[in-house]
């Protein structure tokens, strides 16, 4: 009787547990399915990293088409801007009799039109033309009103602020009469007024220099392109 217990025993253990050979099998497929995972993510990463790079490359082709030889007209519209600003606070702040803060007033008024008009002629003209979405009349005609707004308007709207809440701040000029407070400050801006036709004389100018020069440096990466398409 309990050999025959025995028998049913190992009889059970045969049944239950799973044969040798049947277990070599599985633990092989494991084994090359562990080992086939990681060789495939890491092709996987390899192919996300070509991709990122060529996009990288082309990025880099772009703006070498479209920046670096948009350079030196972008940093003449913008330096021209500067000196405009320059110029206004120096007018403003004699015309105040302003003599606080020259070194902030003059930085700020420097940097803000560059600034701005710079990033101007790269929205507005530059990417517009090689977008093919203006034509070069157009491209004239948004130089020279980003000359006049950025290099004219903005530092000489910029310097009377400034230099006028200095100018009530320190008393350097009378304040204005109840009633008469903006043809006061008319009257104070005179001189800056009658000078302001000389920068935007010199911003058409810069104007029409800069945005013939774009749409020149535009026609000849189309003629680069076209070949090689």
Request: charged content about 20%; hydrophobic content about 40%.
């Amino acid at each position: 009787m309990e050999s025959g217990e025995g028998k049913t025993v190992r009889k059970t253990e045969t049944v239950s547990g799973c044969h040798p050979s049947t277990l070599n099998l599985k633990d092989v497929k494991m084994t090359a399915y562990t080992h086939g995972q990681p060789s495939a993510f890491l092709e996987d990463v390899k192919l996300r990293r070509s991709m990122i790079i060529e996009i990288i490359e082309k990025k880099f082709e772009c703006l070498k088409k479209e920046i670096i030889p948009n350079i030196y007209p972008m940093t003449l519209t913008g330096t021209a801007a500067g000196c405009t600003g320059i110029f206004a606070n120096f007018t403003f702040r004699h015309t105040f009799k302003v003599k606080h803060d020259a070194l902030k007033t003059y930085a700020s008024l420097a940097t803000v039109p560059f600034l701005s008009a710079v990033v101007a002629h790269k929205l507005l003209v530059i990417d517009a033309l090689y977008s093919d979405n203006i034509s070069k009349e157009s491209c004239v005609l948004r130089s020279l009103l980003i000359g006049i707004v950025c290099g004219v308007l903005q530092p000489n709207s910029l310097a009377f602020v400034k230099n006028g809440r200095l100018a009530t701040k320190y008393h350097t000029i009378p304040l204005p009469p109840k009633g008469r407070v903006l043809l006061h400050w008319m009257l104070l801006c005179q001189t800056p007024v009658k000078l302001m036709p000389i920068p935007i004389v010199f911003h058409i100018a810069i104007g029409v220099i800069s945005s013939l020069r774009y749409c020149t440096v535009f026609e000849n990466t189309l003629e680069k392109t076209v070949p090689e398409e």
